[in-house]
């Protein structure tokens, strides 16, 4: 398994990538949809962010902290958990969640707002990374598709997220060039 400190790093140079990617962008671009099921750029880094700072950090901290709602001793990784983390990466298709107002992330405000959102979880990663070292490994948060997984795991699970949707960001890019948005 990866270390945090590799992960961290790779993790800053996916952030550096999203902006880049975002700066030419006009905000048109960032909001065009292939289709009504189908997320925008827009939409795709507002999910990263919020997914960053609501699900996994938030996990992160509950393993660190032994909350009540970690799991000692008795969480299991799934088979899609074990094959992820051996892999280090998700696998290579498009996951597709039903459209729900609980899970759809809304369209950007504007390009600031997405940049900002991805400097903040870079600054967040930096400040909880070191911290790591000391989070007990038997405690866990379960996810739904990969079980029980402890600090380290749930820190790793954002890189791999983050590195995920490029492949969904490459889709978008070429959905813009065909409509010519």
């Given at each position: 398994m990866r270390s945090t400190t590799e992960a961290l790093r790779a993790f800053e140079k996916s952030v550096e990538r999203y902006i880049d990617e975002l700066t030419p962008f006009s905000m048109e671009q960032l909001l065009a949809k292939p289709s009504e099921e189908e997320w925008s750029i827009g939409q795709m880094v507002v999910h990263l962010i919020r997914s960053a700072?609501?699900?996994h950090l938030r996990n992160v901290d509950q393993c660190m902290a032994g909350s009540e709602a970690v799991l000692v001793g008795t969480g299991v990784k799934s088979e899609n958990g074990k094959a992820a983390f051996e892999l280090g990466s998700f696998p290579p298709i498009r996951i597709r969640v039903p459209a729900s107002p609980h899970y759809?992330?809304?369209q950007p405000d504007n390009k600031e707002q997405l940049i900002e959102g991805l400097r903040e979880v870079a600054e967040r990663m930096?400040?909880?990374?070191?911290?790591?070292i000391q989070a007990p490994r038997e405690?866990?948060?379960?996810?739904p598709n990969f079980g029980?997984?402890?600090?380290?795991?749930?820190?790793?699970?954002?890189?791999?997220?983050?590195r995920h949707h490029f492949l969904q960001l490459e889709?978008?890019?070429?959905f813009l060039e065909d409509v010519h948005v």
């Open positions: 700072n609501n699900l759809t992330p809304e930096k400040l909880t990374e070191p911290a790591l405690n866990t948060v379960p996810h029980a997984l402890n600090a380290a795991e749930w820190f790793l699970l954002i890189e791999m997220h983050y889709r978008l890019k070429l």
